[in-house]
């Protein structure tokens, strides 16, 4: 369920593009969809859901870094490594300057140590307008960097929004833009990470 960022109603609704059909009319009329129009600009964000109540629009990509109530990074050593010995970190990040680190072992889903720190909430967000920056911008700006390893670690870099979505951004730790970021983050909260 997508719940609006500004009012915080469950009321909200799908935004539908482009020339609609009698029956896209008729699901507007009642209240399950909104219309967005005919014109879009390619490769730029642009509003995907509405708030009924309130007829506030956004997409998660246009909201503003404030919005971001959790950043959830998960490192997973591949390579030459059995699955018992493969080590995964897991961190989260949470506007109040709430940082957790989790390490597990092998393919158990319990954590073998958890450790927790807290930075400024400033710090947070400085994380986030970073990765939100790069989330928002159009295709032709965004200038993202993807580096690959066939053996190494990769990641799994997940951002909640105060609509209930998430962006989930994969690849390899290997000096790309998402996980250089977030890796001289933790390194700056975590030093023995």
């Given at each position: 369920m997508v719940i609006c960022p500004k009012c915080r109603s469950t009321k909200t609704v799908p935004i539908l593009y482009g020339y609609p059909s009698y029956e896209a009319f008729e699901a507007a009329e009642r209240g399950e969809i909104?219309?967005?129009?005919?014109?879009?600009?390619?490769?730029?964000?642009?509003?995907?859901?509405?708030?009924?109540?309130?007829r506030y629009r956004w997409s998660k990509e246009l909201l503003p870094a404030t919005k971001i109530t959790k950043i959830r990074y998960k490192v997973v050593e591949n390579g030459l490594c059995t699955l018992d010995s493969q080590k995964t970190w897991v961190y989260e990040f949470y506007p109040d300057g709430k940082c957790i680190e989790y390490f597990y072992?092998?393919?158990?889903?319990?954590?073998?140590?958890?450790?927790?720190?807290?930075?400024?909430?400033?710090?947070?967000?400085?994380?986030?307008?970073?990765?939100?920056?790069?989330?928002?911008?159009?295709?032709?700006?965004?200038?993202?960097?993807?580096?690959?390893?066939?053996?190494?670690?990769?990641?799994?870099?997940?951002?909640?929004?105060?609509?209930?979505?998430?962006?989930?951004?994969?690849?390899?730790?290997?000096?790309?833009?998402f996980d250089s970021i977030l890796e001289k983050f933790i390194h700056s909260i975590f030093p023995e990470s």
């Open positions: 909104l219309l967005g129009g005919c014109e879009m600009i390619d490769g730029m964000p642009h509003e995907d859901y509405g708030c009924l109540e309130c072992q092998g393919q158990d889903r319990r954590y073998q140590f958890k450790t927790e720190e807290k930075v400024s909430d400033k710090k947070f967000y400085k994380l986030a307008c970073r990765l939100q920056k790069i989330i928002g911008a159009p295709l032709w700006e965004k200038n993202v960097v993807e580096g690959q390893v066939c053996d190494g670690c990769n990641y799994e870099l997940q951002i909640t929004y105060a609509d209930k979505r998430k962006e989930i951004i994969k690849g390899d730790v290997a000096g790309g833009t």
